[in-house]
């Protein structure tokens, strides 16, 4: 028991409390069967309609949505990874050196609890707000237009936070003596974070980066006032004269409403679903794994030294 | 072993930014190189199907330039081409109140909406309705089919007592304008209570329903009987297939009349001498005895003078081509297949065609 | 220790200067989200005062026809309120909350009490799955299942098992002039939907309060002859009590904000709800909804007006999930765990 806490016990009798027991264990057992049903349902729906139609022309076709035979989706799978890859250009640098910021020592401790205060509240900006936000500011007032740069930002927005925590978690990990160590063998902050926070905290830093593009790249509500939609071509630069951007879940969400009238609509809706969920479970199980991969890679390297 | 991890890291880094990127070479970009212009279109969902089809086919016409459409609806198309962010404002009401100065909205076609239900036994059954009728049962005074004024309106036919459940849009949109703009016109009671808006206040009823766009008030329609909403005719196959009832409307002279193609085409050419030179009109209760009351001209919103003569030169050679009979007014190779309604030529020529010749460079 | 080095040391200096100043981007960001949105919907905070908060009603006004008063500009008419619509996302988070917190509930317990250890963690990765599918599916899906399921099957049943109970049997029931009526679309599927999406986090902190748990109780509670069931109830009910109740908060927060799911299940209509299949909105899923027929009001006003709410919903998110963060410790990342 620890220390202060004080447990008063008064036990009924050994077969109500047995059962009773028994009763939690059920219905536990009950509800975890009715979230995995709930779970193999979506899954089933989605790769069931996404399956029967899904070509490896269709993911690599142009013009989604194209008039007469409803096009692929190659410009959205790509625009998601340009939109996640712009996201982390703007997320990564203050996520990993904000949080070397907190960690370090002398850094003011008023100063770096605010730090974490706003980068949990950043958490907590529903994504409708950062789309209306994104639209009204870089794209109405500052000009942007719809495009790769806006869509990127409202998307790092929300990325910073999860990068941010994940790094500080992970350089928290490292053994303080370690560091002093260093400091007192006259290493200078700048040194101590490049040979000891950042190699360290790297596998950690990592599966935080992965987590933030799995979350990102099924975002949609950011990106509708923000990237827009562009199934022509891929964006040629950060704001690709007011083209646009396509994205999977613009598919997802816009291929259901079209229904009938741009044929194969709903089955490219299926497809990008399917898409995204599979990229999605792929980089949580890496981010999941990234410790054990990031290990196994430093062995290997290691090993052939 | 640090070093080696920074450069590791730096690699992943790399890699992960990199990736999405790097097909985009492999795969080319066609349309964004110089000797091509790419212009872009954002609004209406209603004519995003339109500019899907002509986009491919308008390219195959004129290779050097390349038509990027996105469906954000009307409000965004407008607002997005006033500020020059987009080439292309598409939208299915003309801009609200005085027009900006250096912009424009240019009508490019026709479109109209359907009044439908879904009562089980009586689809098959043309009902006719009329805008009393129908604000009425928006407006939560006639709440059963078998209502004595819909009862008047339809003698002979024996209309069930279920409680009519109206459908509205549930987004933002140029089909509730159009819808609310007819009742407006038809009804003075909504005139004052509700008017016109891309987002009507509508009457608070506890049996209302709505649908995210057409493709959703088909769906609660099809689940849901004893339902009556508005759809645009872009949707005629599916309204079609699903076997909904499509009523007869009464129009300014007195008489029930169908949405064809031809009583939407006479409404719009009761209009004619009436439509003024920006092109700004409500075609509702058209006078003529076979006109279709509830129909409206599609906009196309653009700034005047556009960042290059290239570009506004590419803009009017592609809107000559859209409102052309041969191109994309083509009925033939376009329009039936959308169902929608070409302008007739003399507003193409007297009307649309000098606003398209404003555009400069 | 740091002076070692006689010299101005430059490079650690830029450094230093560049890790705080990356350290005050998050702030920088909400100070601009705020200060931006508070520019954009002033006009509407002073056309609509507080009207805004406590009107059912919300008109655009007549189309095109613009006054100007006091500096301002709006559509003759225009009533901006978002009564309802605040009711509907507390409403909605609520039940969904409702649904969510025993579900998780039992899940902790029977995931740490008894499973056995080889299959908690994958276990915990599977509850995990829910957090990684995107808002988007969860619309699509509710869609094109759920709803057709819940009108056709469960609401009926409902209506017909409970309506009939005293007091609270108008919760369970919907008619229309007399006959049963049941939508689909509405408050118990956007609750439903919302459960789903919030069990991964309160589940989260719940098993977070297991793994941090001191040995010593677990002991302490086998050894004087409790069961696992007593010896659970005891750590979430009274030892993790603030992590408990954080992260039914949070699960609270991330329901308040939610947009696209809501957004496809429910009605965006202004409707104060009547009962549990009522039509329904949610701020967030209006603004979705309804910012593109803002446009249209070139007075700017219905913009403005759709900023404010904006903000509100910030306003009450952000507060909801700070204070959920501090009682349940900061473990939890949008239903993952830290490893």
Sequence with gaps: ?305 | MNRRNIVKAIVFAVLIVVSGFAGYELHGNSGTSSSTVALSETGSSLLYPAFNLWGPNFTKVQSSVTISPASTGSGTGISQAEKGLANFGASDAYIQGAIPAGVENIPILISYQYICYNIPGLNSVTLNLSAGIIAGIYMGTITSWNDTAIQAANPGVHLPGNAIIPIVRSDGSGDSFMFSSYLTKGNASWASAVGTSTNPSWPTLPQEKTGAQNTGLIGVMKNTPYTITYIAATYTSTVKADGFGIADLLNAAGNYVAPTIANVQQAANQYLSLIPSNGTIALQFAPGATSYPIADMEYIVVQKVQPSFQIAAAMQVFMFWVVSSSGGSSLTNFLSGLDLVPLPSSVVTGITMPLIELITG | MEQLNPFFNLKNFSFKALILIMALVPAFIIASVVTFLLYYSFPSIIYNGLNFFTSKIWNDGSSGVILHNNGISYQSGAVYGIYPLVLGTVLISLIALLIAFPVSFFVTLNVELYMPKKIRGTLISFIELFAGIPSVVYGFWGLLVLIPWLQNTVEPWIGTHFSGIPLIGGVFTSEISGRAYYPGQGLLAGALILSIMIIPIITAVMTNSFETAPKEIKDGIYSLGGTRWEMGKYLLVHHSKAATYGGALLGLGRALGETMAVLMVTSALLLVPSNLFSNVSTVAAYIAAQLDSAFFDQSGMTTAAFAEAALALMGVSLLVNVIGRKIAGRGVLRGYQND
């Design chain 1, 1 to 305: 028991m620890t220390e202060g806490e004080t447990v008063t016990v008064k036990w009924r009798k050994a077969s109500i409390r047995s059962a009773k027991d028994t009763a939690v264990r059920i219905v536990g057992y009950i509800i975890l069967f009715i979230l995995f049903a709930v779970l193999a349902a979506i899954f089933y729906e989605i790769a069931d309609g996404a399956l029967s139609n899904i070509t490896w022309q269709i993911l690599t076709t142009s013009n989604t949505f194209e008039g007469t035979t409803g096009g692929g989706i190659y410009e959205a799978i790509a625009g998601t990874w340009m939109l996640v890859g712009t996201g982390l250009l703007f997320s990564v640098p203050p996520g990993i050196l904000g949080s070397l910021y907190v960690v370090r020592a002398k850094s003011s401790k008023t100063l770096s609890s605010l730090v974490r205060l706003f980068t949990d509240i950043l958490t907590s900006v529903p994504s409708i707000v950062i789309g209306l936000f994104g639209y009204l500011f870089m794209v109405y007032y500052l000009g942007w237009g719809f495009s790769l740069i806006a869509g990127g930002i409202a998307l790092a927005i929300m990325m910073l936070p999860y990068i941010f925590r994940v790094a500080e978690l992970s350089m928290k990990a490292i053994p303080v003596e370690q560091i002093h160590n260093a400091y007192a063998l006259g290493a200078d902050d700048f040194q101590v974070a490049t040979r000891i926070y950042i190699p360290q905290a790297l596998s950690g830093v990592l599966s935080g980066i992965m987590l933030a593009i799995s979350i990102a790249a099924g975002e949609t509500a950011q990106l509708l006032y923000t990237a827009g939609w562009n199934a022509g071509g891929l964006p040629s630069g950060f704001t690709n004269n007011n083209l646009g951007v396509g994205y999977l879940t613009y598919i997802v969400y816009n291929g259901l409403l079209q229904g009938s009238a741009i044929p194969n609509a709903t089955n490219l809706a299926y497809i990008a679903a399917f898409v995204l969920i599979v990229t999605i479970l792929v980089l949580v199980l890496l981010s999941k794994s990234m410790n054990r991969i990031v290990k196994k890679l430093s062995q290997i390297m290691r090993g052939t030294r």
